[in-house]
């Protein structure tokens, strides 16, 4: 069974960082792509950025996060890591991590989610 | 970007009857379509992707349809457990975008 562990979330000041993590196991980690989405309160679902698997490592981004966030993983802890930098209000949403299947990205796993929260 | 569509906002729908949802594509996005639902507090799960295929353990009362820029989800026979938010997403072209989601609610 799949597991995705997210942390790192919390309460940060407008154009503070954070840097979120997320853990997963019952997988071959480096074999895929890995992925965060995020949902403001109350809102619907937001892609945020991938990173592919297999030693490429390439990496894609949302408008919204190109320039401030950096998508990367550590495969020697089957980590997933996303930071983020000059961070906005509108930032402030659950972040979720999620692994697609082998026939594309979509999203077949996904973590509880942590929430990070750009707030004065 | 490709910008998706759902309709309609709210669906209310009597328990064991059919909900029909749809969403619409600005540009094709051939099959790479996927349904997600998601209940309040929890994470999103997968339902539907290549625009036709269920994913594991999903019962078949959800069906999906449609291909290029139309796409439909069918709930047969509706559960208590199946009154959520539901989710389209296209994962043909970079960047990766959603709708906004239709959410099923009891009548």
């Known amino acids: 069974e799949v597991k995705l562990l997210e942390s790192g979330g919390g309460l940060v000041q407008p154009g503070g960082s954070l840097r979120l993590s997320c853990v997963a196991s019952g997988l071959n980690f480096n074999s895929y792509a890995m992925n965060w989405v995020r949902q403001a309160p109350g809102k619907g679902l937001e892609w945020v950025s991938s990173i592919t698997g297999g030693g490429g490592a390439t990496t894609y981004y949302s408008d919204s996060a190109t320039g401030r966030f950096t998508i990367s993983r550590d495969s020697s802890k089957n980590t997933l890591y996303l930071q983020m930098n000059a961070l906005r209000v509108e930032d402030t949403a659950v972040y979720y991590c999620?692994?697609?299947?082998?026939?594309?990205?979509?999203?077949?796993?996904w973590g509880q989610g942590v929430l990070v929260t750009v707030s004065s | 970007e490709i910008v998706m569509t759902q309709s309609p906002d709210t669906l209310s729908v009597s328990p064991g009857e059919r909900a029909t949802l749809s969403c619409w594509a600005s540009?094709?996005?051939?099959?790479?379509l996927a349904w997600y639902q998601q209940k309040p507090g929890q994470a999103p799960r997968l339902i539907i992707y290549?625009?036709?295929t269920r994913a594991a353990g999903i019962p078949a009362k959800f069906s999906g349809s449609g291909s290029g820029t139309d796409f439909t989800l069918h709930i047969s026979s509706l559960q208590s457990e199946d009154f959520a938010v539901y989710y389209c997403q296209q994962y043909n072209n970079w960047p990766l975008t959603f709708g906004g989601g239709t959410k099923v609610e009891i009548k």
């Open positions: 290549g625009a036709s």
């Open positions: 540009q094709s996005v051939g099959s790479s």
């Open positions: 999620a692994k697609p299947s082998q026939f594309g990205f979509h999203f077949e796993s």
